[in-house]
């Protein structure tokens, strides 16, 4: 048993001597990416009864699963209407390892606009060639639709809603965007971005507005470790509106959480001490002769490492 311990605890040191041999290899060259796109356009004319759900959930980048952008979107009634709707899904992901620095870049977003025009009246319609055929069904249902979106890292929370209406005419554009970037260890940051833009007329009906926002101080573990305190129960900004009656409502709301960590090293660390060729390979800082001298520049730590930001997952539908 003891002679199995050992043999195991060498190996250990084995792997992780080879996965820091690798850390500081500059001849270690690795790049990947993903990209995984869902598109979706509707275009709907027409009289009689409709019913329309959309749900769409993803993951929050490098969060080993935790939920990250949603968007939902429901709508039924009788009647007419004259949809046209466009939406997004995006999950992309790039990491290049230099041998010396890891840079990874991620974001996960959705994107929808929809354009939608209904008008309520009962219908009666001959359904088959059966029993409905000689007993018509009548629809009778006042207009209802609502969207809602959320972005659970930042705690972020949109809503929309429309009931028991005679006419809708809405125009309605929203992106949820939950992105995150490292560069090696010194620098981490993102940003959890959320707006929706709303121009509509109500007639006679109910209309509901909501918004909340969480505290954002401890984003990164807001909504997943900590539910009971950070969750929607306590919001920083809360909005709720109400209106019953025929109205024109125009909405233009965004919310964007950025947060930006960088981690300061010690610079004599990475200096030679019995010459230079016993400086750190990937020291990105000072030259060999800058530290063979003994008196180092002052650097900017911020401008160093911000000047190696070069966006790869630029283009697509959220941007």
């Known amino acids: 048993m003891r002679k199995t311990i050992i043999i195991a605890i060498l190996a250990l040191s084995f792997l992780v001597g080879m996965a820091a041999a690798a850390e500081t290899d500059p001849d270690r060259k690795v790049t990947a990416s993903r990209n995984i796109t869902f598109d979706f356009e ?53 990491y290049n390892d230099d041998g010396c620095w890891a840079e990874w870049e991620a974001y996960s977003c959705i994107s929808a606009r929809e354009d939608n025009s209904m008008v309520y009246s009962p219908m009666t319609m001959a359904i088959g060639n059966g029993y409905y055929a000689r007993n018509p069904v009548r629809y009778d249902s006042l207009l209802k639709e609502k969207t809602c979106i959320k972005n659970y890292r930042p705690v972020t929370s949109m809503h929309h809603q429309v009931e028991y209406a005679k006419a809708v005419d809405k125009e309605i554009d929203v992106i ?43 984003m990164n573990f807001t909504g997943y470790h900590t539910p009971e305190t950070s969750a929607w129960r306590n919001p920083m900004i809360e909005i709720d509106e109400d209106y019953v009656g025929t109205f024109h409502i125009e909405k233009n709301m965004t919310l964007e959480v ?46 160093v490492f911000d000047s190696a930001y070069e966006p790869a997952t630029n283009g697509g539908c959220c941007n």
């Open 42 to 94: 509707q275009s709907v004319q027409g009289s009689g009864y409709f019913m329309t759900y959309r749900y769409i959930q993803l993951d929050s980048p490098d969060s080993g699963g935790q939920k990250g952008p949603m968007y939902k979107d429901y709508a039924h009634g009788s009647g007419t209407i004259d949809n046209e709707i466009t939406i997004c899904a995006e999950d992309i992901e790039y």
């Open 258 to 303: 950025p947060y930006k960590d960088v981690i300061e090293e010690s610079d004599w660390l990475t200096c030679c001490i019995g010459g230079c060729e016993d400086m750190d390979p990937c020291d990105r800082k000072y030259t060999c002769e800058e530290c063979m001298v003994g008196e180092l520049p002052e650097t900017d730590e911020s401008s």
């Open 176 to 218: 949820v965007k939950d992105k995150q970037y490292y560069y090696g260890d010194p620098v981490y940051e993102g940003v959890g971005y959320t707006t929706m833009k709303i121009n509509e007329d109500v007639t006679d009906g109910m209309v509901h507005i909501g918004v909340l926002q969480g505290e954002p101080n401890s």
